[in-house]
């Protein structure tokens, strides 16, 4: 969570964090602490509904996507002001 909000990621950037979690998993040592070890067994299988409730979410997403005419161009930078002296 950042700023008391959660951080978005789209779905490869959690896959991507789920590999990662079950690699720590599995290279945790015996003498790791069985809070640790829930901590990062409870984030995996929130990851994992996450990502199998990813095709619901994926056509929810596709409705919201700019149109071909629309205004997808980059905006140009914004000017500073010019400060009069």
Known sequence: ?????????????KQKQLRDLRETLASMKSHTSPALRESVQKRIRQL????????????????????????????????RPERSI
Not at 2 to 12: A, E, F, K, V, W
């Open 1 to 13: 969570m950042s700023d008391n909000q959660p951080i978005r990621r789209t779905l490869p950037e």
């Open 48 to 79: 994992e509904s996450e990502i199998s409730a990813a095709p619901a979410l994926k056509t929810g997403e596709q409705r919201n996507t700019p149109r071909p005419g629309g205004t997808d161009r980059p905006r140009s930078p914004r000017r």
